[in-house]
Nanobody, 122 residues
């Protein structure tokens, strides 16, 4: 089994910064894309940012220029540096990873973390 464990959420004031971490563990042959999604109350889950194993990243329009995603392949960990936080960034943040879980036969799976809450409020 593959698990993703997130950490780093919490309460922050508008304009502040937070750093989220997500570590993958278990039987992992290879991790492809890792990313962060968020879901605010009453809204659909949306992409925040993701990053391929080679380092190519993409961001949701609402976080471009404020958030930075990075990963440490040796640690199977992805990070999300969030700055200039706004009230509208308040949401549950979920880590996601596309991983190879079997080599023969070759199989991949999309794994989700349990979520970490981020609240931006004064």
């Amino acid at each position: 089994q593959v698990q993703l464990v997130e950490s780093g959420g919490g309460l922050e004031q508008p304009g502040g910064s937070l750093r989220l971490s997500c570590a993958a563990s278990g039987t992992i042959f290879r991790i492809y894309t890792m990313g962060w999604y968020r879901q605010a109350p009453g809204k659909q889950r949306e992409l925040v940012a993701d990053i391929k194993s080679g380092g190519i990243s993409r961001y949701g329009d609402s976080v471009k220029g404020r958030f930075t995603i990075s990963r440490d392949n040796a640690k199977n960990t992805v990070y999300l540096e969030m700055s200039s936080l706004k009230a509208e960034d308040t949401a549950d943040y979920y880590c996601n990873a596309e991983v190879a879980i079997s080599e023969v036969p070759f199989r991949t799976a999309s794994i989700w973390g349990q979520g970490t809450q981020v609240t931006v409020s004064s």
